[in-house]
Antibody, heavy 116, light 112 residues
């Protein structure tokens, strides 16, 4: 079955930028929607963004205008460019594959900390 | 945005006993294609979420048949027929009918 591996997390100052990556393997990446979901430590899941197989993009209101999702099918990769970062963006960020209006494969997550 | 509300938020259960988690949406999750894109996830401590149920009542491969999903419209339920120790964790519902997708707050299942 497929696998997703996130990278690019780290510590960044408020107002700064960070780019997350997600590498896919084991399935036809170009055929699927792919999503970003985040989880602050000790809290619940928050859906962040998605890009479908036609490269239409979708965002949660909390990140719209600051985050940009993109994909590179030839590299089987998903990206999340995060600008104007705030303390409340601190979380573990997961990428996930979308099927049947749900998320069937999840990565292990990458941690983003926004702090001065 | 569609708001997903779960109850209870904490669920202590005796081993071998049944458990039920409710999830309500602020509007109908019936898609124009006739499907209901309501799914359930389990997150064990220290792990990534795992999908259990998709499209209201379809169990994922490898998910024990003691897990079942049901409901309609705006009212949904995840049932565990007999709780086992490995079921400890947090359970989330999620709607994928309308953008943006949204999750419930989570229900923490623990053993009494």
């Amino acid at each position: 079955e497929g696998q997703l591996v996130e990278s690019g997390g780290g510590l960044v100052q408020p107002g700064g930028s960070l780019r997350l990556s997600c590498a896919a393997s084991g399935f036809i990446f170009s055929s699927y929607d792919v999503h970003w979901v985040r989880q602050p430590v000790g809290k619940g899941l928050e859906w962040v963004s998605a890009i479908d197989s036609f490269t239409d993009t979708y965002y949660a209101a909390s990140v719209k205008g600051r985050f940009t999702i993109s994909r590179e099918n030839a590299k089987k990769s998903l990206y999340l460019q995060m600008n104007s970062l705030r303390a409340e963006d601190t979380a573990v960020y997961y990428c996930a594959r979308g099927t049947f209006g749900a998320l069937d494969i999840w990565g292990q997550g990458t941690r983003v900390t926004v702090s001065s | 945005d569609i708001v997903m509300t779960q109850s209870p938020l904490s669920l202590p259960v005796t081993l071998g006993q049944p458990a039920s988690i409710s999830c309500r949406s602020s509007q109908s999750l019936v898609h124009k294609d006739g499907n209901t894109y309501l799914s359930w996830f389990q997150q064990r401590p220290g792990h990534s979420p795992r999908r259990l149920i998709y499209k209201l009542s379809n169990r994922d491969s490898g998910v024990p048949d003691r897990f079942s999903g049901g409901g309609s419209g705006t009212d949904f339920t995840l049932k565990i027929s007999r709780v086992e120790a490995e079921d400890v964790g947090v359970y989330y519902c999620m709607q994928g009918t309308l953008w943006p997708y949204t999750f419930g707050q989570g229900t923490k299942l623990e053993i009494k």
